[in-house]
């Protein structure tokens, strides 16, 4: 049997896609309609914002920890969460977690690595652009990358929380996202990671002037390979 997988969720934009993945994608490898038992929780999500806001890493932890706990309960074997932002608040949280975790920015290096690029445009929230939590994992594996200016990361955060995590997709955002990635090709990147779980929605290989790094799908495939005990 898979083991159960457990989605810590933050927005419910991007926790939907990527608990869409799992159950679209599984059957691949397991079988007609066959997927990984999967449960979810999410507190509110003004309490994440209210801790982004303050810069309260512990109350991001707590959350975070407090979805650990009910998932255990329900069966869960291990932990995925399909939030970028919060993230940085992971090493507060895995030595005190009651269940193993995937760590997305993990997850996305190790692809990116994989696919040999070199240098990594980052696109996300105005918090998860100015944290560590993409430049501490490139860098492990030896990945060159670039944030966005505070002019574009001001813009992409409103994007992101006034217009994507409430389910508003209009195709200016495209246009803005383009060019944000074409400055990024100019100064030397050679792939942009979608550090949002939003931006899938979309942003692509299709429409990107850079390839893509999808955070949300790459963590859900890792996930449905960790279930079926494949090595993410």
């Not at 309609?33 to 109350?59: F, I, K």
Request: net charge negative.
């Amino acid at each position: 049997m898979p083991q159960h997988i457990g989605i810590v969720a933050c927005s419910a934009e991007g926790a939907a896609l990527c608990y869409r993945t799992i159950c679209g994608e599984a059957p691949a490898a397991l079988g007609a309609h066959r997927h990984p038992e999967v449960s979810m929780h999410t507190p509110s999500l003004h309490r994440y914002v209210e801790c982004l806001d303050a810069r309260d890493t512990e109350g991001l932890a707590y959350l975070m920890l407090e979805s650990a706990h009910k998932l255990a309960r329900c069966g869960a074997d291990f932990l995925i969460c399909p939030d970028n932002t919060i993230h940085q608040a992971f090493a507060r949280v895995a030595p005190r977690s009651p269940l193993p975790w995937l760590h997305i920015a993990e997850v996305v290096a190790r692809e990116a690595a994989a696919r040999g690029h070199r240098r990594i445009g980052i696109l996300g929230t105005h918090w998860l652009v100015d944290s560590e939590v993409y430049p501490e994992q490139f860098e492990l594996q030896g990945l060159a990358w670039l944030r966005p200016t505070g002019e574009e990361r001001d813009e992409l955060g409103r994007l992101i929380m006034d217009e994507l995590v409430r389910g508003v997709q209009r195709p200016q955002q495209v246009s803005y996202l383009q060019g944000v990635i074409r400055r990024m090709q100019s100064q030397g990147c050679d792939a942009v990671v979608l550090g949002c779980t939003e931006l899938p929605l979309i942003l692509d290989d299709g429409n990107s002037p850079l390839p893509t790094l999808d955070s949300t799908r790459l963590l859900a495939r890792a996930a449905i390979r960790r279930a079926i005990g494949v090595t993410p």
